[in-house]
Structure formats: C-alpha cells, structure tokens
C-alpha cells in the first residue's frame, strides 16, 4: 500500500535550516505529484510547496525565496529545504501524494 514517512525535522533557531526529507512506497512515485503541507497548533493545514512529475514547482506566498521542494526519482525521496526559518515556520509537516499523507514531522522554530 502506498506509505510516506517523512524524517529531519527538529528545533532550530531563527534564521537557521533544516531539510526535510519524505521516503515514499506502494506507487509508482515518478508519475505523480508530491507537497508538502504543514499545520500549526490551532491553525487548518495549509500548502507549502509543491513539484509535479514533470519537476515544476509551486510555494506558498509566505516561504517563497526561502523553501525549495524537490525530487530524486530514483530514490523515491522528495525533499524541502527551508532556510532562513522563523517562529511562524513552526508546525507539524506533510508530505502529500498519491491522495496519501504522511504522519508528519515536527518542526520548531524558537530561540
């Protein structure tokens, strides 16, 4: 069945970086579109960041210049690199694909 586990995130300080990565199974990952998709405490869960099979990329207005998405086929790895992170980056995040969710990855933002 098809399964997504997402790994790295973890507390960072302001200004820092992290890569998020998200390791998928049961599909044939090229041929589909992966996002990622984040949910603050009390907050709906909103898009980040998206990459279709074809490798085009779409963010959202409030990380872009600083989240990049993207893809290793052959590993079946979908990655966000986040820099320049801030206290409202905090959030669980989703890797999104194949109408599957992962079970997310905490990422904290804080001095």
């Known amino acids: 069945q098809v399964q997504l586990v997402e790994s790295g995130g973890g507390l960072v300080q302001p200004g820092g970086s992290l890569r998020l990565s998200c390791a998928a199974s049961?599909?044939?990952?090229?041929?589909?579109?992966m996002s990622w998709y984040r949910q603050a405490p009390g907050k709906e869960r909103e898009l980040v960041a998206s990459?279709?099979?074809?490798?085009?990329?779409g963010y959202a207005d409030s990380v872009k210049g600083r989240f990049t998405i993207s893809r290793d086929n052959a590993k079946k790895l979908v990655y966000l690199q986040m820099n320049s992170l801030k206290p409202e980056d905090t959030a669980v995040y989703y890797c999104?694909?194949?109408?599957?969710w992962g079970r997310g990855t905490q990422v904290t933002v804080s001095s």
């Open positions: 999104y694909g194949r109408v599957s």
């Open positions: 990459i279709t099979s074809g490798g085009s990329t």
């Open positions: 049961g599909f044939t990952f090229s041929m589909y579109g």
